[in-house]
């Protein structure tokens, strides 16, 4: 297991990587009485009941609302879905928001936690490549409208990002490439010798 920290000044935050997704160690600061975990159709079925068996013996509240897989369900109608599910639930200020995806699921996640109650903790489990090694970190979180991608959103930085190397074995060849070209673009703008030892 290897952890990074992300510096931002006021405050900080873990990134943990390696095979990570039932280490109930990682989770237990990040978890109060209550957490709701946010997946898709597609990575639910591969790497939920792990996640929700590590959370059990932390809390005995794990809701989870599982959205459909795509760009076009990042929308305010999928997002209000979240919210909805957080009420309906009772979570209160204390809780925590998971990704448990992509992309598009860590966008939705986090800009509901950002919203919900003026803002709960919310935390990252990235499953694919790109995910990994760009949208987890940093704290953009939006969903799309129909004039534009990314127009409705805020700057909001996760507790935690949780990377299970796991779960690229299960990428498909295109997704791990999509994911790939964001580490090679690293090498380009930023350093000669870590895109040569890409090479």
């Known amino acids: 297991m290897k952890t990074l920290t992300v510096d931002l000044g006021s405050r900080s935050y873990p990134i943990y990587i390696g095979e990570s997704l039932t280490n109930p160690e990682l989770y237990r600061s990040v978890v109060a009485d209550q957490a709701m975990v946010v997946t898709n159709t597609t990575v639910a079925p591969m790497y939920l009941a792990q996640l929700k068996e590590t959370m059990s013996s932390m809390t005995d509240q794990v809701d989870v609302v599982e959205l459909p897989d795509g760009e076009e369900y990042k929308s305010l109608a999928y997002f209000t879905k979240i919210i909805d599910e957080l009420l309906t639930q009772r979570h209160s200020r204390t809780t925590t928001v998971f990704a448990l995806g992509g992309g598009v699921v860590g966008d939705m996640s986090g800009f509901a936690a950002a919203a919900y109650q003026r803002g709960v903790n919310f935390v ?36 935690a990002v949780i990377i299970d190397v796991a779960t690229l074995s299960t990428l498909p060849k295109e997704e791990f490439a999509a994911g790939f070209a ?3 673009k690293y090498g380009l703008i930023r350093d000669a010798e870590f895109f040569e030892w890409l090479e």
């Open 124 to 159: 990252q489990v990235p499953t694919t490549l790109l995910s990994q090694v760009d949208s987890s970190v940093g704290g953009k979180v939006a969903v799309n409208h129909p004039m534009g991608k990314n127009m409705i959103g805020a700057f909001y930085q996760p507790k």
């Open 182 to 184: 964001e580490v090679v």
